[in-house]
């Protein structure tokens, strides 16, 4: 397990941020438009391109994630995902491998996305693990180091929520498990769909899931010190951030918790996170970084401007403001596209 712990310890090294491009095409679509972006849907490839081609990515960048279809066809066990796959191309691989090269971690999201479990809207439990193992091996052979699973808990307090959270968890940590014996290193998302809830039902509802999946994890020993546990960034007020928190849950010997921003504006979770990496926790932190980032640089490329420089220096601000919470460093002003 050595090297998967090094390989981990790579992902929170330099306070870098891990830069997620998993979102699907058409979520991708309906995510933007909804934040006032006009014209036909995005190209979903061109678009990461655009993204992965940021100059000096790697100065911020420690890890980048991609969906299945960005490693191209050979990746790809379904006729969907092939053609999709084939998309990628010649020219998508040479940026892969370019970015690799400069030094950025390649993962994939390993999921399959969330079904009922009983038919009910709110019973909702993660997919994928048939054939994890075959498909983990393609993307390892293409480069991909880590993979990324999303779970969640339910929205609601009751036993409908537990048994889904239970259920979730177990696959989690068959997840991670199947990683590591693959040698890669296992990066698993918990969140929460609880919306209607109080600030302090939601925080435990998040501290409970956490609970659970590290539970599950030691009970199949799984080696903790290789694996990296994903969940929103949160204030809490008049409160040690990481023991006056959910974050309390996660045991001292895991490989990191990388951060996200969730429902909260990118300031909130910058002045969340720089308040847990203040409180100097047990375990390394670094910035998971989605749609907070990538949507400005999206307006940006899609017309607002007409300029794919504009779009790489919007990506490049959200990139640096993130990174000031690690204590990284500022980006030089990009050089011309």
Partial sequence: MEALQRRTRRMFAFRKGILALDTAPDQLSLRFSSAGSTGPAPDAAAYRDMVLGTPNLASTTSAVVLPPEAFGPAASGSPRLRAVGSAAGPRGRGLLDRVAAAGVLLGVRADSGAESLSGGRDELVTTGLDGLSDRLRR???????????????????????LRTLTVNCQAAARFAYTCQTLGV?????????????????????????????CGHLEDIEVDLPSVVLSTEAECVHDADPVTGGPLVALPDRLGGVAL?????????????????CEADPPWPVTFYLGREVTRPALLAWRGRTGSVRAGHQALRDGLTTACAALGGQALAAAPGS
């Fill in 139 to 161: 993307f390892q052979a293409l480069g991909a180091s880590f993979a990324v699973w999303a779970m969640s808990s339910g929205s609601a307090i009751d036993y409908g929520a």
């Fill in 260 to 276: 996200t921003a969730g429902d909260n504006a990118l300031s909130t979770a910058v002045a969340a996170v720089t308040a847990v």
């Fill in 185 to 213: 290193v296992p990066v698993i998302r918990v969140g929460t769909r609880m919306r209607d809830g109080t600030p302090a039902q939601r925080s435990a509802a998040r501290a409970a899931a956490l609970l659970s999946v």
